[in-house]
Each structure stands twice: as C-alpha cells, then as structure tokens.
Nanobody, 123 residues
Framework: QVHLVESGGGLVQAGGSLRLSCATS????????MGWFRQAPGKRREFVAA????????YYGDSVKGRFTISRDNANNTVFLQMNSLKPEDTAIYSC????????????????WGQGTQVTVSS
C-alpha cells in the first residue's frame, strides 16, 4: 500500500510560480512511476506530467510543456511539480499518483492516488 499526500497548492497571480510536493509512504517508492494529474470543475482529468522510477525519463502534457518540471527525491520518497508561468487555465485540483514500475499518460495506469491540492491562478 502506498499513501500519497500533496501539498503546496494555493492562490497565485498569472505569471507566477508554485511548487507542489507529494510525500509518499511505503518501502518501494523508488520502483514506481509517479505522475501528476489535474481536474478542473466540469472537465475531465488531465495528464500533467510523469517521471519514471529512475528520475531520468519524464513526460509532459502538451499544455504544460516548457512551463512545468517534474522531479523526484527517492531518498525522501517525494515527488515535486515546479509550475512556472502559470495561467488561469491551469486552475484545477492537482493530484499525484503512483504506478507500479511503468506508467504513462492514462490515469488508468496508476494504482494509488492522493487527495489532491487546489491550485488557483488569478488573471
């Protein structure tokens, strides 16, 4: 069992930055692909970014590529999402998720989920 707790959300003006963290529990964090997804009211869950267990391979959604950076600290069982140049359309609940070994862009590939943290970007 893997427990995930997100933090770092909040209210920020357009053009600003936020750094989300996802702390996990469990002895096998470094074997999971970690992902970030987001969901705005009335919209489908959207893939944001993912990082492989080794911290080398990363994937990004088209809408955040070049602005967001995903990283992980396997020693401290934490994954991060650095969000720069934020736009009002980035407003959503951001959730981290864990996929055993291999995970991609589909939420169906992820087994464990956090509760999410709200990010609101004002114009």
């Amino acid at each position: 069992q893997v427990h995930l707790v997100e933090s770092g959300g909040g209210l920020v003006q357009a053009g600003g930055s936020l750094r989300l963290s996802c702390a996990t529990s469990g002895p096998t964090f470094n074997t999971y692909t970690m992902g970030w997804f987001r969901q705005a009211p009335g919209k489908r869950r959207e893939f944001v970014a993912a990082i492989a267990w080794n911290g080398i391979t990363t994937y990004y959604g088209d809408s955040v590529k070049g602005r967001f950076t995903i990283s992980r600290d396997n020693a401290n069982n934490t994954v991060f999402l650095q969000m720069n140049s934020l736009k009002p359309e980035d407003t959503a609940i951001y959730s981290c998720a864990a996929a055993p070994l291999v995970g991609g862009r589909s939420p169906l590939e992820y087994r464990y989920w956090g509760q999410g943290t709200q990010v609101t970007v004002s114009s």
